[in-house]
Each structure stands twice: as C-alpha cells, then as structure tokens.
C-alpha cells in the first residue's frame, strides 16, 4: 500500500519532465485583442525519480502563456532554479533555500516566485530565475505567498510568520516596490498562517489551531491542537498597530475570500474553514497517506465571521455546506487569482 504512487503525483497532478518553449500557439475561437500581457502560474512539479514527503514541499514550475493582440504568442513553463531545485535541503532556517512553488506575482516591476517559509525568488517576464530578492536587504524574514495589492494606493501588503518569536511580523512595500513599514505583531502564536486579508482600513491576520509541532515529520511541521484556538486579529493599517484578537469557533483557515468594512463599521471576513476531521483527512491527502489516494470527500465550508472592533464581540454564520477541497478551498479574488496571476502590460 505504502507503494502506491502518492496522488499529487498522479493523475492530473503528474508532474511535468520537461521544460517547454512553444511559439505562436494556434487559439481555438478568438483572443480579444486588447488582451495584451502574460498569465503566470506556479505550482509543485518534482523533478523526475523526486517524492516530495509532502505535496507543499515539491519544487516549483511556473507555466506562462503571452497574449498579445489577438495571438498567443508563447508558452513557457521553467522550474524556479533554486538551490532546493539542486538538491540543498529544506530546514527552515536558510531562508533562500525555497521550493518557491505557491504563488507568483508582480510588484513594483519584479516577477517574484513566494512559498511561505522563504524569502521570495525573482524570475524575468520570460521566466528565466534571477536570484533571491530581499528587497534591497529590507526583508530579514519570509514572506507570504499571499500578499495583498491594495488597489487604491497600488502598496503590497504581506506578512512573515515563524514558528518561533516574534511569531508575526507585518510588511508594506510602497507601489515602486520598496518596504516602507515593518511591524512586528503582538498577540501571534506558532500558528500556520497561509493567508491574510486586508480591508481599506484594516489588516486581518488568522491564528488558528494547527500550529507548529517537532512530531510532525512529513517535511511540514505543523498539527492541529486542540487546546488552541481559532482567533481573527483586526489591526487598523494606520496608527498605533494594536491588534483586537477575536476568538470564534475553533476551525482552521487556509486561505481567505474577501474582507471589508459593512455599513456598522464592522470588519467581515469570509472564507473556507476547516473543521478538526476535514483539516486531518486534507492533511493526510497532502501527505499521501495510505488509504487517501483520491481526492478527499471531507473539506473546507464556506464561512462568514463579523469583527466589531468597537465591542469585541465577534458572530459568525456558515453561508454553503458544500464540503469539497476542489469548490470550496480555491476562492478567486478579483483581480488576484489563488496561486496565479494574469498579468497586464505596463502602459
Ligand atoms: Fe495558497
């Protein structure tokens, strides 16, 4: 049983061999012609004979497709050239050794490769690697995979989480892509911390359960625990950075919808949230787990929690029971997808 193949390297995850450069690319039906710039997405693709202990720590492979008035132009797909791609093992503490497979995105001129636990990896508009990029020394710790582009003020909004003090520390790089306020966050635990959101006014960091643990040796250390529970910090992104921790109903959150402020001055988060049995049958998944060689049928629900700062009181309702990690776990924010991103040309 332990031989099977693990299923993120099966079926539709099979990783790809191969390094691509395919030119003018016949388009079934037509491309509007305005449609000019480059959809960039990462993801774990083992080199061959490579079995990731853990499907998060499988090296990256960013695939990218060029639209250009009215043609598709190119597709690429290139691994993230780090050292961990060379075989230099994960341990944590060397922050440039990255699979660099979550996410890609592009600020302030720079296409950057992020996995949560490192310092991000730039790659060029034709997805060559650059090098590590620590925003000119400014970055001394991780980054997260999910940073938010405020679309008003064009600033990147991220966080850095560790295992160990100072457990959250919040970043902002101003629209040219320099980091112009770094905070450390009181009140953070060793929680797994994926995501976050922010609304005009307000940054939202999630602390939940599954927090950081030496006996979990999958390669990702982190278990559920069930003495910790689920708390939603709201923290104002101007002033004084006092952080009002609200605890709900204990559950896990991975990645977030959307968050905004409704007509009572209340902060609303929505996304999927995990109970102890989905988060356990997902993580088994992740891990290939004998017996979870298909998708799992347990998963994230689609959840609602209102903040008020005002009273610290916090409620919170379910708005779909549909349970599948492939519907509910994946929520696309406009304009920002999940783990890809189309990208504009710069006018
Ligand atoms: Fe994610």
């Known amino acids: 049983m332990n031989d099977l193949p693990k299923p993120y390297l099966t079926g539709h995850f099979t990783p790809v061999t191969d390094e691509i450069t395919a030119h003018e690319l016949t388009v079934h039906g037509t491309l509007p012609p305005e449609l000019n710039g480059r959809y960039f997405r990462n993801g774990h693709n083992p080199k061959p004979g490579i079995t990731p202990s853990h499907w998060f720590r499988g090296e990256g492979m960013i695939h990218g497709v060029r639209l250009a008035g009215g043609r598709a132009e190119w597709y690429r797909n290139r691994w993230v050239k780090t050292p961990y791609l060379d075989g230099v093992p994960f341990t944590g503490t060397e922050l440039e050794v990255s699979a660099a497979a979550t996410n890609i995105i592009f600020h302030g001129g720079r296409y950057l490769a992020l996995q949560e636990a490192n310092l991000p990896w730039e790659v060029t508009a034709e997805l060559d690697t650059v090098?590590?990029?620590?925003?000119?020394?400014?970055?001394?710790?991780?980054?997260?995979?999910?940073p938010k582009e405020d679309p008003v003020t064009g600033e990147l909004h991220f966080f850095s989480y560790s295992p160990f003090p100072p457990y959250l520390t919040y970043y902002v790089a101003s629209q040219e892509g320099e980091i112009i306020r770094s905070q450390v966050i009181d009140g953070s635990g060793p929680s797994l911390m994926h995501d976050f959101a922010i609304t005009?006014?307000?940054?939202?960091?999630?602390?939940s359960p599954v927090v950081f643990d030496h006996a979990e040796h999958s390669g990702i250390p982190y278990r559920w625990h069930d003495d910790v529970p689920l708390r939603i910090g709201v923290m104002p992104r101007t002033g004084a950075p006092k952080v009002t921790w609200f605890e709900v109903e204990q559950g896990?959150?991975?990645?977030?919808?959307?968050?905004?402020?409704?007509?009572?001055?209340?902060?609303?988060?929505?996304?999927?949230?995990?109970?102890?049995?989905?988060?356990?049958?997902?993580?088994?998944?992740w891990i290939g787990a004998p017996g979870y060689g298909v998708s799992p049928d347990a998963g994230s629900t689609f959840h609602r929690w209102v903040l008020?700062?005002?009273?610290?009181?916090a409620s919170e309702e379910s708005l779909d029971d549909l349970a599948t990690v492939a519907t509910a776990e994946l929520p696309r924010r406009v304009p920002a997808g999940i783990h890809g991103h189309w990208i504009e040309d710069q006018k």
């Open 200 to 207: 005009r006014e307000h940054a939202v960091f999630v602390n």
């Open 308 to 313: 008020d700062p005002a009273t610290g009181k």
């Open 252 to 285: 896990a959150i991975l990645h977030v919808t959307n968050s905004y402020v409704d007509t009572q001055g209340r902060v609303v988060l929505e996304g999927p949230r995990y109970d102890r049995s989905a988060w356990e049958t997902s993580w088994k998944w």
């Open 131 to 146: 090098g590590v990029y620590d925003f000119g020394g400014k970055l001394t710790s991780s980054m997260t995979a999910h």
